[in-house]
Structure formats: C-alpha cells, structure tokens
Nanobody, 121 residues
Framework: QVQLVESGGGLVQPGGSLRLSCATS????????MGWFRQAPGEQRELVAG???????HYAGSVEGRFTISRDNAKNTVYLQMINLKPEDTAVYYC???????????????WGQGTQVAVSS
C-alpha cells in the first residue's frame, strides 16, 4: 500500500492561490496514475484532477483552467496548483493512486489525512 501525506492547504480570499503537495511512500511512484480529490462537508469525495504515469492530465470541468496537476517522480510527489480560488473550492483535499484519471477509481485503500482548503473573504 502507498502512504500519502498531503500539505499546503490554508485559508485564502476569493481569487487567491494555493499549491498543494502530496508526498508518497513506497517504490514505483513513477508507474502510478495519481489523482487529487476533494470532499466538502456533506458531499461525496470527488476527483478534481488526475495525471497519468506518462504525464497526461485530466480535470473536472469545475476546475479546468484554474487548477494544474503536476508530478515530480524524483521526489515521489504530486502537486496541485490552484489559482483564482472560489468559495465553492472549499473542501478537504486528498490525493491517491488511481486506476484511471477519468473515473478516479482508486486502487489504494489507504487515504491520507487530507489538507483543508478554505476560500472566504
């Protein structure tokens, strides 16, 4: 199983930016498809961005053009750069390995603690 540690969240005003990081343990990171998810209070967890092992990216429509997912295989880390944040982006953000960056179906039962993003004036 892959262990995951998310960081970088915080409180920002609408229009602000944040960069989230997800450090992973275990070997083989470069072979994993990775996804960033978020879960708002009372809502189901949803996939917002994914990056394949080959670097192909996919985004949910609600974040397209504002979020950028990237990976550093040398550091076993995946990032989520978020700009022009909106109040509706408020959620706990998680990362995980995924079988598909389109469906967000995970193949790792272990989730990290997540990192809280709050967008408010």
């Amino acid at each position: 199983q892959v262990q995951l540690v998310e960081s970088g969240g915080g409180l920002v005003q609408p229009g602000g930016s944040l960069r989230l990081s997800c450090a992973t343990s275990g070997r083989g990171f470069r072979f994993y498809n990775m996804g960033w998810f978020r879960q708002a209070p009372g809502e189901q967890r949803e996939l917002v961005a994914g990056v394949t092992s080959g670097g192909v990216t996919h985004y949910a429509g609600s974040v397209e053009g504002r979020f950028t997912i990237s990976r550093d295989n040398a550091k076993n880390t995946v990032y989520l750069q978020m700009i022009n944040l909106k109040p509706e982006d408020t959620a706990v953000y998680y990362c995980n390995t995924v079988l598909s960056v389109l469906t967000g179906i995970t193949n790792n039962d272990v989730w990290g603690q997540g990192t809280q993003v709050a967008v408010s004036s």
